[in-house]
């Protein structure tokens, strides 16, 4: 990304596919330096501390917890026939359970 003479590079490391483990807390930090070499520095230090030191502006997310998916349920449409636009469908879901429904 670049715009009037400065330029940042975006990278995401860590929240890919299914690598993020149901009912764990994770937070995450944005790295943000004055050139690509001193990002690369920071982005493999041991730590968010050691980053700063390098003299990396480290911002850290609230703490969230990752959600499982849902335990299977049904969902039924009635009616099974009709023109869209015209006719009226409903929805109902029956069985579907979340281990933290405070969560929803």
Not at 30 to 38: C, F, G, P, Q, V
Not at 68 to 74: I, V
Not at 76 to 91: D, R, V
């Amino acid at each position: 990304v670049s715009s009037a003479g400065a330029s940042a590079t975006v990278t995401s490391l860590g929240f890919e596919g299914n690598s993020l483990t149901p009912s764990t807390s994770y937070v995450y930090a944005i790295l943000r330096a004055d050139n690509s070499e001193t990002l690369a520095a920071g982005v493999s230090s041991e730590s968010l501390q050691a980053a700063a030191a390098l003299g990396i502006s480290v911002t850290k997310s609230l703490p969230f917890i990752v959600d499982a998916g849902p335990t299977p349920g049904s969902v039924e449409i009635l009616p099974l026939q009709g023109q869209a636009l015209k006719t009226s469908f409903s929805f109902s879901t029956n069985g579907w359970v979340d281990e933290d429904v405070a969560s929803l």
